[in-house]
């Protein structure tokens, strides 16, 4: 890249950091200090707001990098994850969104302990949420590292490594000075700059090809190497049995894991009732779904554009395809408009991996807090009753949010470490893993607690392990720890499991461990708290 198109990306990136940074400290000046002011904002966001915060939080490095290079890659195969997305957000729409905010205060764990022994819950609850986080995370580090290597020529390992660092630093900065408030506005201003340069690039490519769908699709086919095969089912999961089963599996996980992520459903808890929760979910799907659609275009506009085998060449994993289009579009390398359409683009890929990571810290120290260390610390505090104990944000330990400050900086250097570890590997692929990890940890436990009038803590607490455990396990014995080239470690091979994503396997365990604790649980369901909770479930009856 020339000089022009680093100056003039660095500067928009600068100018993006700055506004942010303004925005944390003007409302950490503003904030009262109390628990539910730093989870949640002080629950006074609207609908319209919550939904624009919600798209941005799930728009994430993965949907914008991630998505377009693997289309670009493996054409209609690496559609999967667009519609895999969007699909998901019925599933949070039907079935947990008004549920979930009626049920809880601040966590995933919230929702669980209305109606179990809350230690044993939140300490298991807790921890798979910091595990899916982390995961999370990682994706959005490797994206921030593949666009800086992109940016600076791809020659610095080093640059890479301080770009990743710098971005961990930033996204505690966010959450410890702000708190969700700040969080939010800067998912506000993402989402919004994230849909103006989608629609700008999307307008574009169509004007290259005059409208003509079909002549960009063949184009795309010719250009890819693959012919018609690239427009068909198969080339990245029809080698055959394994790659079928990875099919599935990647599909299972990317349906249900939106609904078990536990940045997403600490989102419902910013807005005053259950129904803002509920229609800013309408707002959202709105938002995503276009964003969805249009990462189709830009991927095979991708490989018609700039090609198959020069975004292979850019980056292995395809995460520099929509930058690459981007300059394409502009004129080229060395024209005026492909330095500034390329400096907005990795602009708006900068702004899409800082506000991400803020709402997945900001969530993940809140297990820390609210749910780890509240359990092991003070555990007394959590028998009094869910309605009464949640009445009054001033009565919660100050404490809590200064641990929840200090997990922020713990979490981003574990991010950090593990996203210099897979720098390699495509974004979208990673947030896959993290989806896996969800719905088997954080899905099952969740459904039977809101929809199983039997449900006992320790179904709970096994149905926690049960899907988490699995599908860390299978996560490292899979190739995509070792075992092949494109492996963290490829120059090891203990794999022994043959999928890529987990999800096949982890999930019915997940849902397994659930009904199996339960039947064989010596304590029975607690029938006065279900009916509680599901009064409140479904009314809104006694929710905060």
């Given at each position: 890249m020339s000089v022009d198109h680093r100056s003039l990306a660095l500067l928009l990136f600068g100018a993006f950091v700055a506004v942010t940074l303004g925005i944390t400290t003007w409302v950490s000046r503003d904030r009262r200090g109390s628990a539910e002011e730093f989870y949640t904002g002080g629950r006074l966001f609207s609908p319209m707001e919550n939904g624009f915060a919600i798209a941005g939080d799930y728009m994430s490095a993965a949907s914008f990098l991630g998505i377009s290079g693997l289309i670009a890659l493996f054409g209609y195969d690496g559609m999967l994850y667009s519609v895999?997305?969007?699909?998901?957000?019925?599933?949070?729409l039907l079935l947990v969104a008004e549920l979930v905010r009626n049920c809880g205060r601040f966590t995933l764990a919230d929702v669980v302990a209305t109606r179990m022994r809350e230690r044993p819950v939140r300490i298991a609850a807790g921890t798979s949420s910091i595990v899916v986080s982390v995961l999370y995370l990682v994706?959005?580090?490797?994206?921030?590292?593949?666009?800086?290597?992109?940016?600076?020529?791809?020659?610095?390992?080093?640059?890479?490594?301080?770009?990743?660092?710098?971005?961990?630093?930033?996204?505690?900065?966010?959450?410890?000075?702000?708190?969700?408030?700040?969080?939010?506005?800067?998912?506000i201003v993402k989402a919004v700059l994230l849909m103006a340069g989608t629609v700008a690039l999307t307008v574009l490519v169509l004007i290259r090809f005059h409208g003509d769908v079909n002549a960009l699709l063949t184009t795309a086919a010719e250009r890819s190497g693959h012919g018609k095969e690239f427009?068909?089912?198969?080339?990245?999961?029809?080698?055959?049995?394994?790659?079928?089963?990875?099919?599935?599996?990647?599909?299972?996980?990317?349906?249900?894991?939106?609904?078990?992520?536990?940045h997403i459903l600490s989102r419902f808890y910013t807005v005053p009732t259950a129904r803002a929760a509920r229609r800013s979910v309408v707002w959202s799907i709105g938002l995503i779904g276009g964003f969805y659609l249009m990462t189709i275009v830009l991927g095979f506009g991708a490989a018609a554009v700039v090609g198959t085998d020069e975004v292979r060449a850019s980056s292995a994993a395809g995460n520099t395809a929509v930058p690459l289009l981007a300059l394409d579009l502009g004129g080229g390398a060395g024209s005026t408009g492909g330095t500034v359409l390329f400096a907005v683009v990795a602009a708006v890929a900068f702004a899409t991996i800082l506000?991400?990571?803020?709402?997945?810290?900001?969530?993940?120290?809140?297990?820390?807090?609210?749910?780890?260390?509240?359990?092991?610390?003070?555990?007394?505090?959590?028998?009094?009753?869910?309605?009464?104990?949640?009445?009054?944000?001033?009565?919660?330990?100050?404490?809590?949010?200064?641990?929840?400050?200090?997990?922020?900086?713990?979490?981003?250097?574990?991010?950090?470490?593990?996203?210099?570890?897979?720098?390699d590997l495509n974004v979208a692929f990673l947030v896959g893993l993290a989806f896996a990890v969800a719905a088997s940890a954080n899905l099952p436990v969740l459904l039977y607690s809101l929809f199983w009038r039997?449900?006992?803590?320790?179904?709970?607490?096994?149905?926690?392990?049960?899907?988490?455990?699995?599908?860390?396990?299978?996560?490292?014995?899979?190739?995509?720890?070792?075992?092949?080239?494109?492996?963290?470690?490829?120059?090891?091979d203990f794999h022994v499991f043959p999928l890529?994503?987990?999800?096949?396997?982890?999930?019915?365990?997940?849902?397994?461990?659930?009904?199996?604790?339960?039947?064989l649980s010596r304590e029975g369901a607690d029938e006065a708290k279900h009916a509680e909770s599901e009064v409140r479930s479904l009314t809104g009856a006694g929710a905060v």
């Open positions: 895999g997305f969007l699909v998901a957000w019925l599933v949070v994706a959005q580090m490797v994206g921030a590292g593949s666009l800086v290597a992109l940016l600076l020529g791809g020659a610095s390992e080093a640059a890479r490594a301080w770009t990743v660092i710098g971005v961990g630093a930033l996204m505690v900065v966010y959450v410890t000075l702000g708190g969700m408030r700040a969080t939010t506005w800067i998912q427009l068909a089912p198969g080339l990245a999961y029809g080698g055959g049995w394994t790659a079928r089963f990875d099919f599935i599996s990647l599909g299972l996980a990317l349906v249900l894991g939106t609904a078990g992520l536990p506000a991400v990571v803020a709402g997945i810290t900001l969530a993940s120290s809140a297990s820390v807090a609210h749910d780890l260390h509240a359990s092991l610390k003070r555990p007394h505090r959590r028998g009094e009753p869910h309605a009464k104990s949640h009445a009054k944000s001033h009565a919660k330990p100050p404490s809590e949010v200064a641990v929840a400050r200090l997990a922020a900086a713990g979490i981003g250097a574990v991010a950090i470490a593990l996203g210099l570890l897979a720098r039997n449900f006992t803590t320790r179904g709970a607490v096994w149905s926690v392990y049960g899907g988490l455990v699995p599908a860390v396990l299978l996560v490292v014995f899979s190739p995509v720890v070792s075992g092949s080239p494109e492996a963290i470690f490829p120059g090891v890529q994503n987990p999800g096949l396997v982890s999930i019915p365990l997940g849902f397994l461990a659930g009904w199996i604790g339960t039947v």
